[in-house]
């Protein structure tokens, strides 16, 4: 069900090789979504990351539309390791298909392989870094 | 000279215990700069994280601050894991004193204890979220 090479490409799993994938992904969850779907609500809780393995959907914040993600990108990053409330809705614009991985299942894989945990972990603060950036430039432009 | 009870006041070190600091201790740095000083220049290259130990420091952006920093706070959580140019310039306010973690000291730490470093990018994600909670409700209030 859930392609090992297909995970690959997303940044979280950066330098994580197969065979560490493989161990981990009994770890994983999945889901399927209709089109007008809310996976994640605003203002509500979540406590886990989401792969777009098949699909696309739209970022709100306050009703407004600011951003859309298709396959290969994620959401959910922040809520993954802090378990505060969503800022943002996602509503899937067609069928989606999603990779999950909370943060009780995120506990389970620093038991289990520790240096496997650093690398996720670490490419997460990279992405947030990242973004951090985007903002940062953003602000002064404003 | 560096001690470990005044460093497991930082966030970065929430849940480290006292052993495991002492044990990857000897690859910290530190470092005394005098009122004027700056130890960061927005633009130019870093690739650490500093403590303030003692003294006061002021964020700067283009020439205009934006913040005071002082004991018990951090700064250069990026630039430790992205090494890319400094988005702001520090500037001593007073007598400073710091304790620094680089990115070949925070390599070095994931060689040594898998479960440390683990612990330290962890507490450095969920920095880098919390700040991106902040800078996102600032974006939306403007």
Do not use: H, W
Not at 94 to 100: D, G, I, K, N, R
């Amino acid at each position: 069900m859930i392609d090992t090479n297909a995970l690959q490409k997303y940044s979280l799993f950066g330098g994580v090789l197969p065979d560490q994938i493989e161990r981990i992904k009994p770890l994983f969850g999945y889901a399927r979504y209709d089109a007008g779907d809310r996976p994640v609500r605003e203002g509500d809780p979540n406590d886990k990351i989401y792969f777009i393995v098949i699909g696309k959907v739209e970022v709100s914040k306050q009703g407004i539309a600011i951003a859309e993600l298709e396959e290969g990108e994620t959401f959910g990053e922040m809520e993954l390791i802090d378990i505060m409330p969503s800022i943002a809705t996602i509503t899937a614009l067609e069928p989606l298909e999603v990779v999950t991985i909370s943060n009780r299942a995120l506990y389970e894989i620093s038991k289990l392989d520790c240096k496997t945990f650093a690398m996720l972990v670490m490419n997460l603060a990279r992405d947030l870094s990242r973004r951090l950036r985007r903002m940062d430039e953003l602000a002064c432009r404003l």
